[in-house]
């Protein structure tokens, strides 16, 4: 079992940056891969970034490229976002998923999930 808790989220100006963080608890976090999805009012979950078991394998939705980038740690049990180059359109909850078991690491097919995180952004 692994519970996930979310933090960093907030208020930014366009152009700023936040850094959000998961805590895992659980002595197998090295053995699950990590993701991160977002939740706007009114709209579907979607894929935010992937990170494997190791680190060493990253992915990024294409709205996000450039701007953010996950990171793990896995002696402290960690994942993290660094997003950069904030804009009103990344305003949503953000969520940390560990453990994909679907077809694609870019879809919602994660087991456990923490309770998320507001981010938003203002014009």
């Known amino acids: 079992q692994v519970q996930l808790v979310e933090s960093g989220g907030g208020l930014v100006q366009t152009g700023g940056s936040l850094r959000l963080s998961c805590a895992a608890s659980?002595?197998?976090?090295?053995?699950?891969?990590m993701g991160w999805f977002r939740q706007a009012p009114g709209k579907e979950r979607e894929f935010v970034s992937f990170?494997?078991?190791?680190?060493?394998?990253?992915y990024y939705a294409d709205s996000v490229k450039g701007r953010f980038t996950i990171s793990r740690d896995n002696a402290n049990k960690t994942v993290s976002l660094q997003m950069n180059g904030l804009k009103p359109e990344d305003t949503a909850v953000y969520y940390c998923?560990?453990?994909?078991?679907?077809?694609?690491?870019?879809?919602?097919?994660?087991?456990?999930w923490g309770q998320g995180t507001q981010v938003t952004v203002s014009s």
């Open positions: 990170i494997s078991m190791s680190g060493s394998t990253t």
């Open positions: 998923a560990a453990e994909w078991r679907g077809t694609s690491p870019r879809t919602p097919e994660y087991t456990y």
């Open positions: 659980g002595r197998t976090f090295r053995h699950y891969e």
